[in-house]
């Protein structure tokens, strides 16, 4: 009966939806960047990438002008989303054309994605607010390295650091051989790069350290966690209203938006690549 009683529910509560609340999907603009500023605080350390030179800033002028082609109602980035009022304020010195006439702006707030892209697109599409939606959660990577080193565990230990060796490799190649902005970005969108990601931060890690042995599905836990976290402020923060949205934060991050999404019915994908290309 309690059966019977919970699935006429569940049928009331579909059948009451409108038909516009029910079909009706929302698109995301997935933008997976590295660090212009280049803090050195992801496990794998890269080159620079120099986004003040004249080409890569002509670049960032030509990316905005795709995306306000895409035309975003909303646009999330990779800022702690309970330090919301200090972006608002940097974003409206930013509208207001003071923003970069502060000499004493450090590299991070001179350089990063946020205020060097975010910022411009948001501007070009009168977009009044940037919302954050970084969550921060522990990463335990140097637990991980312990615990393999302990058990012996050569072949993982081998793994791990032949992917951050191949990937640091990769993308250091890219930048001395002059690579473009674009062309950069596009890389760590590509789908290999956010397989490759993704099983480095779940699969691989999961091996680690002895049977009774936790760290390494404690990192991956506490990874999903933050990405989880930061993928329901944008849930939370849109309506049907937002047909498309952009979001701008590092690749691996948006490697994992990318699972969450493709489990979701209400929400479509857009890749930068559809955008610049068009």
């Known amino acids: 009966m309690k059966i019977q009683f919970t699935l006429l529910l569940a049928l009331v509560l579909v059948i009451s939806l409108p038909a516009q609340e029910a079909t009706k999907t929302k698109d995301v603009l997935l933008i997976g960047t590295f660090h212009y500023n280049n803090p050195g605080a992801d496990v794998a350390k890269t080159k620079s990438f120099d986004i003040l030179s004249e080409n890569a800033q002509e670049e960032l002028q030509m990316l905005t002008k795709a995306i306000k082609g895409y035309n975003p109602t909303k646009i999330f980035v990779e800022w702690p989303y309970d330090e ?13 054309g003071t923003y970069f006439q502060n000499d ?38 140097d637990e991980v390295l312990e615990s393999i080193e302990k058990n012996k565990q050569e072949d993982l230990k081998e793994q791990l650091f032949a992917g951050i060796s191949k990937f640091t490799q990769e993308f250091d190649d890219k930048i001395a051989s002059g690579i473009s902005l674009t062309e950069l970005t596009l890389y760590l969108n590509n789908p290999e790069m956010r397989a490759f990601s993704n099983d ?12 009774d042995d936790f760290s390494g599905p404690l990192l991956t836990a506490e990874w999903y966690k933050r990405n989880l976290y930061m993928w329901s402020f944008v849930q939370k923060q849109t309506t049907i209203a937002d047909e498309r949205i952009m979001v701008l934060a590092g690749a691996s991050h948006v490697a994992m938006f990318e699972l969450f999404v493709n489990e979701d019915k209400r929400w479509t994908i857009t890749e930068l690549s559809e955008v610049v290309g068009k």
Not at 85 to 96: I, T, V
């Open 200 to 211: 480095f931060h779940t699969n691989l890690m999961l091996g680690a350290g002895a049977v």
């Open 104 to 141: 004493s702006l450090s590299d991070f707030y001179k350089k990063n994605e946020i205020f060097q892209l975010a910022f411009r697109v948001a501007k070009a599409n009168n977009i009044k607010q940037v919302h954050g939606i970084d969550y921060k959660t522990s990463f335990p990577f």
């Open 84 to 96: 919301q009022k200090e972006l608002d304020s940097l974003y409206q010195k930013y509208l207001e």
